[in-house]
Every structure is written in C-alpha cells, then in structure tokens.
Nanobody
C-alpha cells in the first residue's frame, strides 16, 4: 500500500510562488499516474494537475494552465507541484493522489495524502 505525504504549503501573497512536494512510501510510484487535487472551503475537491507514469504527458486544469507545473522524480519517489503567480482563488487544501490508470477523475485515484494547506492573501 502506497502512503503519500504532502508538504510545502503555507501562507503567501498574491503573485508569489510555492512548490508542493508529495513523498511516497510503502511502494514505488514509478508505475502510477500521479495527480494533484485541491479543495477550497465549501467546494468540491477538484482536479489540478496530473502526470503520466512515464512523465511524457501532463494534464492541467484550465484555471492553472500556464501557472502551475507538475513533475516527478521516481528515483526520490516524489511528485512536485510548482505553483507560480498564485491568486487568492488558489487558496485550498492540496492533495496528492496515485492512480493505476491515466485519469483526471477523483474517483479513479487509489491512494491519497492527507493534504497541505495553501493560503494566498490579496
């Protein structure tokens, strides 16, 4: 069973950058499709970005395209989310997840982290 632990969240100002990390244990992420999701207060959890097991294909929500970048380092068993030009609307708890197939759907992911809070002030 893969355990995922996110880190790197915090309180920043609009326009700032943050890099989130997701460290895996209990198994290797090399064969998994890895994703980032977020959930703002009072809203459903939504897809942010994901990366195929071979890192060739990356997928982004329209709201973050051009500002966020997902990457993976399978040697370190870690996935990253570089977030630039942050906006107050990006405020949410960010979750890392692993799926056995290429997908952007919540329900298709098999393993989830506990989340890390990102707060962007205006």
């Amino acid at each position: 069973q893969v355990q995922l632990v996110e880190s790197g969240g915090g309180l920043v100002q609009a326009g700032d950058s943050l890099r989130l990390s997701c460290a895996a244990s209990g198994g290797t992420i090399g064969s998994y499709h890895m994703g980032w999701f977020r959930q703002a207060p009072g809203k459903e959890r939504e897809f942010v970005a994901s990366i195929k097991w071979n890192a060739v294909y990356r997928y982004y929500a329209e709201s973050v395209k051009g500002r966020f970048a997902i990457s993976r380092d399978d040697a370190k068993n870690t996935v990253y989310l570089q977030m630039n030009s942050l906006k107050p609307d990006d405020t949410a708890v960010y979750y890392c997840a692993a799926a056995r197939k290429v997908t952007t759907e919540n329900d298709d992911y098999d393993y989830w982290g506990q989340g890390t809070q990102v707060t962007v002030s205006s």
